[in-house]
């Protein structure tokens, strides 16, 4: 699924006051290729990714995903786009505290319509991938920083999405742990574009992905 900015502009409102992040940004990147979002700290990066899955829309210009311009949706729709083709991995994971590692990644697939059965299944193997076989009924508040991490790499995986959006995806990891990380996301990636933010160039370089950098509200590609 290829991605087009369009002279995109965006600003946060609040309390009247706007705060401009994107200053009329284009760039595109191509369907089934990989590439990392680099830039300081408060740039705009996870702005991008939001604006990507259609979580946030441009004030101004189009944001162009599988050649659907993700403003013409209904809200809806862009809910099912995300469901049905987008996995996220969030910066601050974002994982349901009352579930288990285990039911935090097969409810991903659940929603998306599978069997409780086959989710399961798969939440398991997914699990097993990222290193987690022996968490699985570990509620989040009982995992650390770095397993959560995991466990939401897993979700996010679950239902083999064309479009995989990751946010700092190992900014919590050992370089043992985050090694295994890349290598399952070049390998998944192989026929999916992936979208990675990081701070750390080795991530970018490992996964040879081609770098989008975000400077002062303009990308450069
Ligand atoms: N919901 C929001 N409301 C208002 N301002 C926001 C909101 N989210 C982010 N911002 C501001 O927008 C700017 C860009 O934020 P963003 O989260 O995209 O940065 P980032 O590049 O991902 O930073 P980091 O590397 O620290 O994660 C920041 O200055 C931030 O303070
Ligand atoms: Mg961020």
């Given at each position: 699924?290829n ?9 946060y ?12 940004v ?17 740039s705009g990066?996870?702005t991008?990714?939001?604006l ?7 004030q101004?210009?189009?944001?162009v995903v599988?050649?659907t311009d ?10 099912q ?7 996220y ?7 349901f505290e ?14 998306a319509?599978v069997g409780q059965k ?7 193997n997914?699990l097993?991938?990222v290193g987690?076989?022996?968490r ?7 995992l650390?920083g770095g ?9 996010a995986?679950?239902?083999?999405p064309?479009?995989i959006?990751a946010?700092?995806?190992?900014g919590?990891?050992?370089?043992e ?24 160039p080795?991530?970018?370089e490992?996964?040879s992905?081609?770098?989008?950098r975000?400077?002062d509200g303009?990308v450069?590609?």
């Open positions: 699924m991605i087009e900015f369009r002279n995109v502009s965006f600003a409102s609040k309390k009247k006051r706007s705060l401009p992040v994107l200053d009329s284009t760039f595109e990147v191509e369907a089934a290729t990989r590439a990392a979002i680099v830039g300081k700290s408060g990066k996870s991008v990714l939001d990507i899955s259609g979580v946030l829309l441009p101004a210009g189009q944001v599988g050649g993700l403003a013409l949706l209904t809200q809806p729709e862009r809910a786009f995300r469901r049905e083709h987008v996995g991995v969030f910066q601050d994971f974002r994982l009352h579930l288990p590692a285990l039911d935090n990644v097969s409810i991903a697939a659940q929603i319509g086959v989710a399961t299944a798969k939440a398991r997914l097993e991938r987690l076989g022996r699985m009924e570990h509620l989040p508040s009982e650390s397993e959560k991490q995991r466990v939401s790499i897993a979700r995986l679950i239902n083999e064309v479009l959006l946010d700092e995806p190992t919590a990891l050992d370089a742990v985050r090694d295994d990380i890349l290598n399952l996301l070049a390998q998944v990636s192989a026929e999916s574009t992936l979208v990675v933010v990081t701070h750390d080795y991530v970018a490992h996964l992905a081609r770098i989008i975000c400077v303009t450069l590609a």
